[in-house]
C-alpha cells in the first residue's frame, strides 16, 4: 500500500508519507516541485485499476472537484488517469476530520454547530450551483483545520445532476447512517439529498449520537426511510428550539417538506444567529389516512369512465341504419361573423405580444456578436460608456484584490469567443480596493470569537503561543498589528494566544522546499528562518531547495526561535585532482574529505615514496580538502570549484616533505 513514499510520480511530485485511506484510494502528502508546494495526492488502489466502476467513481471525483472553486472546498491542482497509475493531486491542508473532532468533544456547543454548518452549506450551495451532488456528507469527508473553518473533501460519489438522474438501483451508495431516504431507496438524488446528510451531522454535533443505531447498515437503511429521529432536546435540553427546527426539518423524509436548498437553510440559520431564541413556523402536511390500494374499475368510476363492454349497449340493426335524406336549410351568416371576429382577435393578440415580447422577438432575428476579451481592462476606463461595447449588458459584480487596481476585470462570463443576442447578459467581476477598517482589541478574548470576527472582517490570521501571567490559558493576549490599527480586507493579522505550558513547537519539515516556502512553512507554526544561510552542492536537490536545516527537523524548540538552513547549489559540479606525495616506506590507510565529508578512500596502501592522486568534485567557491594518511591529517587545501579549471589555494603541508610545484 505504501509502495509510493520516496518516489517521484511523473517526475513532478514526490511522494513523503501517507496521511489517509480510503476504500478505493490511499492519500499521500507530497511535495510539488514545479509550483513549489505541498500537496495531497490520492492515488486509486491498484487492486482497483481494472475495475471500471472504480475507474469510473474516481474520474467522476476529478470531474466534480475540477468545476469547483470554493473557500471551503479543497482544490484540486492536476489529475492523471493512465493505465498503470490514476491519481489526483488537491490541496493538502492540515487538521482532523469533524468525526474525531466530535469523538473529542462528545457534544459541540451550539456557537461552533452553526459556524460549522454555515460553512458547509455555502460549499454544497456552490457545488449545488455548478451541478453538482456530493451524495457522500458525512463527518468523515469534513476536514476541521486549526483556525476552526473547515473543507469538504472526498467527491469520490458526487455526480453532475444533469448528466445522471438516478443513483445504483441495487444498492444505495453513502455511508449508511448518514444516507437519505431516497439514497436508500435508489431513487433520484438531487441537491436536497446533501441537505438530508447535514441535517444528520447537526443532529450529531448537537447530540453526540447518531439518530439511528443498530447492529447492521441494512437495519439503519430501513430506519432512514420509515423512522422518525427522536428531537435533539430529548438527548440534549440545552439544544435551542429553533435550532432543533432547522435540524429536524432538514432530515423530513418528504423531500417537499425538506429545505430545498442549502441557501435556504442557510437563512433560517442566519435569523437563529440574529436571535438564539427564535422559534419558527414550520407545518408539514400529514395524512392520517393510511396508504391505500385501489382497484383498476375504482379509478376509473372515480374518474367519470365506463367499461365499454358492460354500460354501453349494442346497437341495433334498424339502429344500424343509414338515415333519410333531409331537406336542405338556408345557410347562417353567423359562420361569417364568428370567422371575421377571430381573425380580428387573432390581430390584437400578435399585437399585444409584440408589445409585451418584443425583446425576445427582436433577439429571434437579431445577430449575435462576438464577446471580447475584457480581462485585464479596466471597466470605468475602457468598457463603460464606450459606443463599441454599447450592444453589450454588462452585471458587475465586485471583488477584493490587493493586486489589481479599482474597476480592472478579474474575470468574465461567458469567455471571449462566445457569440451572444443583444439582451444577453455578461457578467464581468471587476477588482475593488480592500476597505479600511479598525483592528478591534482583542486581547483577553475567546480565541474561538476573535477567529470568527476576523474571518468577518476578511482578514488571515496566524496563531502563535506565548507565556503570560496575566491572560487565562488559551485567551488572546494581543495581536500584531496592534489594536486600533488600520487594516485592509485579505491584510494578515499575528494572534498571540496565552498558552500555561510554555510555547514549544516541532520543527517542521522544511528540507526540499524553497527559502520562501520554508519561511512561510517556519512563521506558521511561530519559527523564524535564518536570512544568513549557507550553501553547497548537491546531485540530488535542485539549486535553491534546502538540504537540510538546524535544529534538525521534529525537534522540539520554544516558539520564536530561529532556524538556519543549508541551500543546495544544484548539480554545477566540477572536479579536481589532488596530489600528494606519500612517505617513503610503510603502509596505510588514505582518506580524501571535502567539507568533512569523506569522499575518497582506500583501507590498505603501500606508501614507497610515490605521488597518490585522486579526483575531487565539488561545487562551491572555497571547498575544503583534506588529506588522512594512517588517519592523521597529511595535507590539505581550499578549491574553488567555480572556475574553469578549479584553482587551488591555501595549500598546507603537515610532514612538510611535499614538494608542491611538482604537485600542481
Not at 479543497?74 to 468525526?99: A, N, P, W
Request: aromatic letters at 8%; proline letters at 4%.
Amino acid at each position: 500500500m505504501d509502495s509510493y513514499v520516496g518516489k517521484r510520480i511523473d517526475g513532478r511530485y514526490e511522494i513523503r508519507e501517507i496521511i489517509g485511506v480510503g476504500g478505493m484510494a490511499v492519500v499521500y502528502k507530497a511535495y510539488d516541485n514545479i509550483d513549489d508546494r505541498i500537496v495531497a495526492v490520492k492515488i486509486l488502489k491498484e487492486e482497483f485499476l481494472a475495475n471500471e466502476e472504480f475507474r469510473r467513481r474516481f474520474k467522476n471525483e476529478s470531474k466534480a472537484i475540477a468545476v469547483l472553486s470554493h473557500p471551503n472546498i479543497v482544490k484540486v491542482f492536476d489529475v492523471s488517469f493512465g493505465d498503470r497509475l490514476q491519481y489526483i493531486v488537491m490541496e493538502y491542508v492540515e487538521g482532523i476530520t469533524l468525526k474525531e473532532y466530535i469523538e473529542q468533544q462528545q457534544v459541540i456547543n451550539c456557537k461552533e454547530v452553526v459556524h460549522f454548518t454555515t460553512q458547509i452549506l455555502r460549499a454544497l450551495q456552490h457545488a449545488h450551483d455548478k451541478g453538482i451532488v456530493h451524495r457522500d456528507i458525512k463527518p468523515q469527508n469534513i476536514i476541521l483545520l486549526q483556525n476552526g473553518n473547515i473543507k469538504v473533501t472526498d467527491f469520490g460519489i458526487a455526480r453532475f445532476s444533469r448528466s445522471e438522474t438516478r443513483t445504483m438501483t441495487e444498492s444505495a451508495i453513502g455511508s449508511v447512517h448518514y444516507v437519505s431516504p431516497e439514497q436508500a431507496r435508489g431513487e433520484a438524488t438531487d441537491g436536497k439529498t446533501d441537505i438530508y446528510s447535514v441535517g444528520v451531522l447537526v443532529y450529531e454535533m448537537l447530540t453526540g449520537q447518531l439518530p439511528f443505531q443498530s447492529d447492521n447498515a441494512i437495519s439503519v437503511a430501513l430506519m432512514q426511510v420509515n423512522e422518525d429521529a427522536i428531537p435533539p432536546s430529548t438527548i440534549n435540553e440545552d439544544v435551542p428550539t429553533g435550532l432543533e427546527q432547522i435540524t429536524m426539518r432538514a432530515m423530513q423524509k418528504n423531500q417537499k417538506e425538506r429545505y430545498q436548498t442549502a441557501a435556504e437553510m442557510l437563512l433560517d440559520i442566519e435569523e437563529y444567529k440574529r436571535n438564539p431564541a427564535v422559534v419558527f413556523d414550520y407545518s408539514y402536511f400529514v395524512d392520517d389516512n393510511p396508504t391505500k390500494f385501489v382497484t383498476s374499475e375504482e379509478v376509473k368510476t372515480f374518474s367519470g369512465f365506463s367499461s365499454v363492454h358492460e354500460e354501453t349497449p349494442i346497437p341495433s340493426a334498424e339502429e344500424m341504419s343509414l338515415p333519410h335524406p333531409k331537406p336542405k336549410k338556408k345557410k347562417s351568416p353567423l359562420p361569417v361573423i364568428v370567422g371575421i371576429l377571430a381573425g380580428i382577435l387573432v390581430v390584437l393578440l400578435l399585437a399585444v405580444g409584440y408589445v409585451f415580447f418584443k425583446d425576445q422577438i427582436t433577439d429571434l432575428f437579431a445577430f449575435k456578436s462576438s464577446v471580447p476579451d475584457f480581462v485585464g481592462m479596466n471597466y470605468y476606463n475602457d468598457i463603460k460608456g464606450e459606443e463599441q461595447f454599447e450592444k453589450f449588458t454588462f452585471e458587475i459584480e465586485e471583488k477584493v484584490s490587493k493586486d489589481e487596481e479599482d474597476g480592472v476585470v478579474l474575470e468574465q462570463t461567458p469567455e471571449e469567443g462566445t457569440k451572444v443576442k443583444p439582451s444577453e447578459t455578461i457578467k464581468l467581476v471587476i477588482a475593488s480596493e480592500p476597505e479600511e477598517q479598525l483592528l478591534p482589541d482583542f486581547s483577553n478574548g475567546d480565541l474561538f470569537d476573535v477567529r470568527e470576527r476576523l474571518n468577518a472582517m476578511s482578514l488571515t490570521y496566524v496563531e502563535l503561543k506565548e507565556v503570560s501571567e496575566t491572560i487565562d490559558d488559551g485567551k488572546v493576549i494581543r495581536t500584531e498589528p496592534v489594536a486600533g490599527s488600520t487594516v485592509k480586507s485579505g491584510d494578515k493579522i499575528t494572534i498571540y494566544v496565552c498558552s500555561k505550558e510554555g510555547a514549544k513547537v516541532h520543527v517542521p519539515d522544511i528540507t526540499t522546499m524553497s527559502l520562501e516556502m520554508a519561511k512561510l512553512e517556519l512563521e506558521s507554526v511561530g519559527l523564524v528562518l535564518d536570512a544568513n544561510y549557507t550553501s553547497e552542492g548537491s546531485m540530488t536537490v535542485p539549486e535553491g531547495y534546502i538540504i537540510r536545516c538546524t535544529p534538525t527537523v521534529n525537534t522540539e524548540v520554544e516558539q520564536g526561535s530561529s532556524v538556519s538552513v543549508v541551500v543546495s547549489l544544484g548539480q554545477k559540479a566540477t572536479t579536481r585532482d589532488i596530489s600528494v606525495k606519500l612517505p617513503t616506506s610503510g603502509s596505510g590507510s588514505i582518506v580524501y574529505k571535502l567539507n568533512g565529508n569523506t569522499v575518497h578512500t582506500v583501507p590498505v596502501y603501500s606508501f614507497y615514496g610515490n605521488l597518490y592522486t585522486a579526483s575531487v568534485t565539488g561545487v562551491g567557491a572555497s571547498d575544503a580538502v583534506e588529506v588522512y594518511v594512517s588517519d592523521n591529517l597529511y595535507f590539505s587545501c581550499n578549491v574553488n570549484f567555480t572556475t574553469s579549471p578549479p584553482t587551488v589555494t591555501n595549500v598546507t603541508d603537515y610532514t612538510g616533505t611535499i614538494d608542491y610545484g611538482t604537485l600542481y
